[in-house]
């Protein structure tokens, strides 16, 4: 089993940035692939950033253009999602993931840390 839990959410300006952490409990995080995703109240879920279990690769979705970098350290059972150039519509709950069949399943999910950018 593996717990995750993030942190790192927040209010900042539109252009800001952010650090959110997601740390996990169990020592399989390390062999696992991890994403983050994020959600809108009404909308559905939606894929954000996601890395394989080294943090070598990583992928973005398209609306993130280059202003976010999804990275871990397995040395410490920790994952990262540095957003910079916030948008108001960046505003969500974030989320991160992690499971051996990434990206077809993610099994572990933490409880999402709040977002909020001003404009």
């Known amino acids: 089993q593996v717990q995750l839990v993030e942190s790192g959410g927040g209010l900042v300006q539109a252009g800001g940035s952010l650090r959110l952490s997601c740390v996990a409990s169990?020592?399989?995080?390390?062999?696992?692939?991890m994403g983050w995703f994020r959600r809108v109240p009404g909308k559905e879920r939606e894929f954000v950033a996601r890395?394989?279990?080294?943090?070598?690769?990583?992928y973005y979705a398209d609306f993130v253009q280059g202003r976010f970098t999804v990275s871990r350290d397995n040395a410490w059972n920790t994952a990262y999602l540095q957003m910079n150039d916030l948008k108001p519509e960046d505003t969500a709950v974030y989320y991160c993931?992690?499971?051996?069949?990434?990206?077809?399943?993610?099994?572990?999910w933490g409880q999402g840390t709040q977002v909020t950018v001003s404009s």
């Open positions: 890395t394989t279990w080294s943090g070598d690769i990583a």
């Open positions: 169990g020592s399989t995080f390390s062999a696992y692939p």
């Open positions: 993931a992690a499971g051996p069949n990434v990206p077809d399943k993610y099994d572990y």
